[in-house]
């Protein structure tokens, strides 16, 4: 099972590279960052990464345009929380089998750890669609909200753009050498957020 995934993740990875050097390659990341922010399962890094392989000078570039995506689309789920919780926050969920660990989300926005929460979401795997929907259905306050999401993603996509810039074509051999071991520390780095958020939170 983990072959089958792995050999999927190459291709996907080969694909996403192609595209990377194409000229739609930047709204493309957009596109990625802003849908993984409320409903999309996977995350932008992908992409970026991707990018940042192909063209290690522009990473910064990429990530301006990841982190701005990912910063709206959390308005996007911020929105769905906040009005269409019931509508359509409500079939996220279910798509997720969050509903347990949506309690515990919703309680933790609820107390006085909320914001800390959102940052650690927006910079870590921690779901960050999660919270930026219990965000709006807790009625947080929208600017400390906008504020910590779009310096939370920055952060952690211009952490990443800092690695290729400085180290791209090393970075790249190593990727390379050790690509199935990286995907699979991925992969548990992935299924790890939601887990901290169903067991642990």
């Not at 929105?79 to 409500?90: N, Q």
């Not at 949506?102 to 870590?124: E, I, P, Q």
């Not at 400390?144 to 180290?167: C, D, E, K, N």
Request: glycine share 8%.
């Amino acid at each position: 099972m983990i072959q089958k995934i792995n050999i999927f993740l190459r291709r996907t990875a080969e694909w996403m590279e192609s595209f990377a050097q194409t000229k739609y390659s930047l709204w493309a990341l957009f596109g990625f960052a802003f849908a993984e922010a409320s409903f999309f399962p996977i995350p932008p890094d992908v992409l970026l990464i991707a990018m940042a392989l192909s063209f290690p000078k522009r990473s910064y570039v990429s990530a301006l345009w990841c982190t701005i995506g990912s910063a709206l689309g959390g308005v996007l789920g911020y929105f769905i929380g906040y009005s269409l919780m019931e509508v359509v926050g409500v079939k996220i969920i279910d798509f997720y089998n969050f509903h347990e660990a949506w309690a515990k989300v919703v309680a933790t926005f609820n107390s006085d750890v909320g914001y800390w929460f959102l940052a650690g979401a927006a910079f870590t795997p921690i779901p960050y669609k999660v919270a930026t929907i219990a965000a709006g259905a807790t009625q947080q306050s929208f600017v400390p909200f906008l504020i910590i999401s779009f310096f939370g993603r920055g952060l952690r996509f211009f952490l990443v753009a800092t690695l290729f810039y400085f180290f791209g074509p090393p970075v790249k051999s190593f990727i390379d050498k050790y690509f199935e071991k990286l995907t699979l520390a991925f992969l548990l780095l992935l299924v790890g957020g939601f887990v901290v958020i169903k067991y642990i939170i």
